[in-house]
């Protein structure tokens, strides 16, 4: 299962350890990740990133302030939760509902990631809970979790339908009516038409935003297929298998978005 986990830290040191063990269970395949952030929220609120590796940058692995450059050309859900966290904050996301990611998710990520605290952010694929849990809570590291195996599902297609309807009906009041009605009804679609392009525009933009999250985890299973053992080129064949299904049915949903 692929989730979005976050581990705070009161200290470093220990933050530092959980960093080392969790790419030990990388190597060795007990997980994939997909992309790590080492973050330190500072007293005064403010984010610091400590380092970041993961597909999303192309495999380049960033500290200090080259980590926070990389970050804005991070896409999928990890780069989603650490712009959150670079930029409005949490607590906006709570009201957004344009946020892909789960609201109690945020909620609780919010609530554990206190001044002073350190975090490790990953995008990881987890057999069981029970492979970051238990090493990293024996390091004082409060754990938080959400799936993403979900996340094309939850994908939403900004009611084009019920926009359509509302434009439809206000082109057949203009056909009748006249003088400042008629102005303001001509206005009035204008307006429609100017939200629903923009929606377009948006709703694309993040169509392909997923479908490249996709297409990176696919790219990070192959590498590590070609270099597992027999025993986990089956575990990695049967994930391989999922994603791709997983993507094209998204590319069928969306099609006619790109049309």
């Given at each position: 299962?692929?989730?979005l ?8 040191g220990?933050?530092?350890e ?14 994939t990740i997909?992309?790590i ?10 984010i ?41 904050g949490?607590?906006?996301a709570m ?21 002073g ?5 990953i ?27 979900d996340?094309?599902?939850?994908f ?6 019920k ?14 009516a006249?003088?400042e009605?008629?102005?303001?009804l ?7 038409k ?11 933009e ?15 299973l ?34 006619w978005?790109?049309?």
């Amino acid at each position: 299962m692929e989730n979005l986990v976050v581990i705070t830290f009161p200290g470093l040191g220990k933050a530092t350890e959980g960093l080392t063990k969790l790419k030990e269970l990388d190597t060795v395949d007990e997980i994939t990740i997909y992309g790590i952030a080492f973050i330190h929220k500072k007293e005064d609120g403010a984010i610091e990133y400590l380092y970041h590796d993961g597909a999303d940058s192309g495999q380049k692995v960033a500290t200090g302030a080259a980590a926070g450059m990389l970050i804005g050309l991070l896409g999928g859900p990890l780069g989603m939760l650490l712009g959150l966290l670079a930029g409005a904050g949490l607590g906006q996301a709570m009201e957004d509902d344009n946020t892909d990611l789960d609201h109690h998710f945020i909620s609780k990520v919010n609530k554990h990631l206190e001044p002073g605290t350190y975090a490790l952010v990953i995008d990881a694929e987890e057999d069981a809970a029970i492979l970051i849990d238990t090493p990293l809570e024996s390091l004082d590291g409060i754990i938080v979790r959400t799936s993403l195996d979900d996340e094309t599902e939850r994908f939403e297609d900004e009611q084009w339908d019920k926009f359509n309807q509302e434009i439809d009906a206000k082109e057949a009041e203009f056909k009748t009516a006249a003088g400042e009605k008629k102005e303001k009804l001509k206005h009035e679609i204008k307006e429609l038409k100017d939200k629903q392009h923009q929606r377009m525009m948006k709703f694309r933009e993040k169509a392909t935003a997923r479908k490249n999250h996709l297409h990176d985890k696919i790219e990070v299973l192959h590498k590590k297929m070609k270099a597992a053992n027999q025993k986990n080129k089956e575990k990695f064949a049967l994930k391989l298998e999922g994603f791709k299904k997983r993507l094209a049915a998204f590319n069928e949903r969306v099609a006619w978005a790109f049309s």
